[in-house]
């Protein structure tokens, strides 16, 4: 009798858990626009953001665009198919620089500018010394805002949702042959 | 119980051992990061405590669940025993990865997938805890904790996975059981750390189930004497 009512339990257990499994899927799903942290520029011309709308903008800042003047901060950001221009007046944190991938919150003004209040620097997942990081460059295997050498899974971006789709990966440059063994 | 006592001593020394190899590795002598400098050995303390947070998650709530269905007194106790600990772990990564986050992102916090939903781990947490000692009969206490913890558990995948579900300003997983983001040098005091971090674990749990199991102890002898009190009160 006592091994029925354990065996009920333990339906009774897993049918929970998979209902609210189920359950938890179909409101992530519902709420997938307010769970993304920010939008690609080609998200927000595809959705037609209204000016009053305080919205977060993610991309790579495009190598070149970044003009100072004092305090006042213009640059392009782009997700490689679409680029916005983004105005900001403020302290950049330390990672922020050219190619690197950012967010920005604020708002779009009428003219499609994007007025940022906010910038925060997105960090990639690649940990390496500073000189681990030279020697890569220097032999070409690998340049900064790529995948790392030798690491081919699709996808695999400095930070997904940045990354065009087209791109392929890089494969590495295989390494210098090793010396002729002496006679 | 036996098993316990047997690991105890290992768990307690290897956790010893490897703090006392890896803190000085991750600190000091490990290789400051290309892009982050020094800031770097902060992930040495995060990342292992983010894993502990979700694997004592884990271990909690296989504990509760084989509580809740079999009635396994000793699970129960693990689940609880453990929570503090796990608790203790979650705060650790939010603390740490806040640090980070400032110099790094230039915020303290946002709202993205991966910090919301540890965040709510934590909580659950906290939760787990107070909603077991809220009872007047501790096993009602422990069973509603129990149902916590099982419906908590749903959200640790989304923790593990957020980064790839959404675009969160956290970065994705430098490790999978296939792949490597980072060099090597900086592979080591992380292992290092990890498995410090898990001793230190089994120790802790080995500690508190010892003493919840005095605790339950004591409780029974009391009641028994009371029991005791009342016959001879009846009978005088």
Known sequence: MSMTRKRRR????????????????????????????FFSPTEVAERHVTPDQRIRIGGLVEKGSVQKNG???????????????????GLLPDLFREGQGIVAEGRVD?????????????????????????ALKKSGRWKEGEPMPGDIRPGNAVSDGLK??????VTPVAPAAPAAPQP | MKIANAIFPWAAGLAVLLFAVGLPIALVTSP????????????????????????????????????????HPMAGLVAKASAPVGAMFTALCLICGMLWGEPMWGTFWVWDARLTSTLIMFFIYLGYIALGDAFEDPERGDRAAAILALVGV???????????????????????LTKSNMSGEMLLPLFLMMGAYGMFYVTVL???VRSELLAAKIRNARMSQIAGNEAAQAIG
């Open chain 2, 206 to 208: 080995v500690i508190r």
């Open chain 2, 154 to 176: 749903v959200n640790v995948p989304i923790i593990k996975f957020s980064v790839n579900w959404w675009n969160t300003l956290h970065q994705p997983a430098s490790l999978s």
């Open chain 1, 164 to 169: 065009p789709t087209s791109e392929t990966p």
């Open chain 1, 71 to 89: 305090e006042n901060i213009s640059f392009s950001l782009t997700d490689l198919s679409k680029t916005m221009t983004v105005q900001y007046k």
């Open chain 1, 110 to 134: 009428p003219s499609g500018v994007f007025i940022a209040n906010e910038i925060m620097a997105k960090h990639d997942e690649k940990y390496m010394p500073r000189e681990v990081a030279d």
């Open chain 2, 32 to 71: 400051p990061d290309y892009q982050q400098g020094e800031t770097v050995r902060i992930l040495y303390l995060h990342v292992p405590a983010a894993v502990m947070g979700e694997m004592i998650y884990y271990a909690m709530a296989s504990g509760s669940a084989a509580y809740l269905i079999w009635r």
């Open chain 1, 10 to 37: 333990l339906y009774f257990v897993m049918l929970g858990l998979l209902g609210l499994g189920a359950g938890t899927a179909l409101v992530l799903t519902a709420f997938q626009d307010n769970i993304v942290f």
